[in-house]
């Protein structure tokens, strides 16, 4: 037991406005140290409801994903990321060595909505989830994700992510329909100094510490308070 080592600390804002963010990415003025720019945006998704993944991420970890990726055919996107799209997920495969796959944001219901966050507190009580955080851990790549402060005069988008991280993991979970994966990013309360922004936050996990829980038999089985 004990508690999980997602980070909590050290997101730094920047709060400046810019005219707007370039089509289907992150704003060019986004900061690679973890500081944030603001941009308008006309709509809000659900908590964590879009990331973004640069395409241009040199790191070797993302290197290596992608290469064994496209080994097998897989196709996956990159730049800002929206539910129901295909991207690269960590999971365990049947040898229990983590391993890249190929996996759509979303738990699809049969309404036809998608389920793109679970809160990590509560998620093993809900049946929907229960499997998944009993068997089920995933890590999902990202070089930020994106969120909504609610103002008087609209709506603004963050780009958030740790302070003095690189490529940083969501911890996910996933199931699989007809063959395919599809996941769901857990929640958990946010870090203080982006309460205000919104009340929920990505569970998430450094390099380090995602490096670090790969060797064991665990390794998606986060510890949650």
């Not at 929907?128 to 103002?151: T, V």
């Not at 919104?198 to 995602?210: C, Q």
């Amino acid at each position: 037991g004990g508690r999980h080592p997602g980070h909590r600390r050290g997101h730094s804002i920047h709060r400046q406005r810019v005219p707007g963010s370039p089509p289907g990415g992150i704003p060019a003025t986004v900061q690679a140290t973890g500081r944030m720019r603001l941009s308008p945006e006309r709509s809000a998704e659900k908590m964590c409801g879009r990331y973004y993944i640069a395409p241009d991420e040199e790191e070797e970890d993302w290197e290596e994903i992608i290469a064994i990726l496209q080994r097998r055919g897989e196709t996956v996107k990159t730049g800002e990321i929206f539910p129901s799209d295909t991207v690269p997920v960590i999971a365990n495969n049947r040898s229990m060595r983590p391993t890249p796959f190929a996996m759509r944001w979303g738990y699809l219901l049969p309404n036809g909505k998608r389920v793109i966050n679970a809160r990590s507190e509560t998620a093993a009580n809900r049946a929907l989830f229960r499997d998944g955080m009993c068997q089920r851990r995933c890590l999902i790549p990202a070089s930020n994700y994106f969120e909504w402060e609610r103002k008087a005069t609209g709506k603004v988008k963050y780009a958030i992510r740790p302070r003095q991280s690189g490529l940083m993991y969501m911890a996910g979970i996933y199931r699989v329909v007809d063959g395919r994966g599809e996941f769901s990013i857990l929640t958990q309360a946010p870090a203080a100094e982006i309460r205000f922004i919104h009340d929920r936050m990505p569970v998430i996990f450094s390099k380090e510490k995602a490096g670090h829980m790969r060797p064991a038999h665990k390794v998606f089985f986060f510890y949650f308070p």
